[in-house]
């Protein structure tokens, strides 16, 4: 139970190391074989390429969790806690709001993308489908947080 409690909790940033893995493995081992061998995997760069695109996605949903995002904070810094919470949970509504979009745009992008790459031979949305999924992560590690801004702003609210 442990261990997939663990894999839960870590699931975007396992994920996104196991494609980073994956990718760097198929890009040394076609360096070799093509230099060494002058016999490259076909494959390889473009399984890196879609690897990559979903390193980057899923790493966009691990720092959303954690709150690693780049953010300027001098204004909010000096704001009393209560007006902090406020800028908060209207961020994390802006952040909803756009998660929301890519969510739906992206499934529809999904939906569209029907046709085999030219390598892998995989369909498409396969490698389209980390859009809507990672804005969905995103968007749940948003909802999280304006929840904790609304409780904030309500606790302080509610003081003397």
């Known amino acids: 139970m442990g261990s997939l409690r663990f894999v839960v909790k870590n699931f975007e940033e396992i994920a996104a190391g196991t494609f980073l893995v994956l990718m760097s493995l198929a890009t040394f081992g076609n360096v070799v074989l093509r230099y060494a061998f002058n016999s490259p995997i076909q494959w390889a760069e473009e399984f890196s390429r879609y690897a990559?695109?979903?390193v980057v996605f899923l790493g966009a949903a691990a720092c959303s969790k954690r709150k690693t995002h780049i953010a300027i904070d001098a204004i909010t810094a000096v704001l009393p806690p209560r007006a902090r919470a406020l800028c908060s949970l209207a961020a994390e509504t802006v952040v909803l709001v756009l998660m929301g979009a890519i969510t739906y745009y992206g499934y529809t992008l999904c939906m569209m993308a029907t046709q085999a790459t030219s390598t892998l031979?995989?369909?498409q949305y396969t490698v389209y489908a980390v859009v809507p999924f990672s804005a969905a992560l995103i968007f749940?590690?948003?909802?999280?947080?304006?929840?904790?801004?609304?409780?904030?702003?309500m606790a302080r609210e509610s003081r003397p």
Do not use: M, N, T, Y
């Open 52 to 54: 990559f695109i979903w």
């Open 121 to 123: 031979k995989i369909p």
């Open 140 to 153: 749940f590690h948003a909802l999280g947080r304006c929840w904790e801004s609304l409780r904030g702003v």
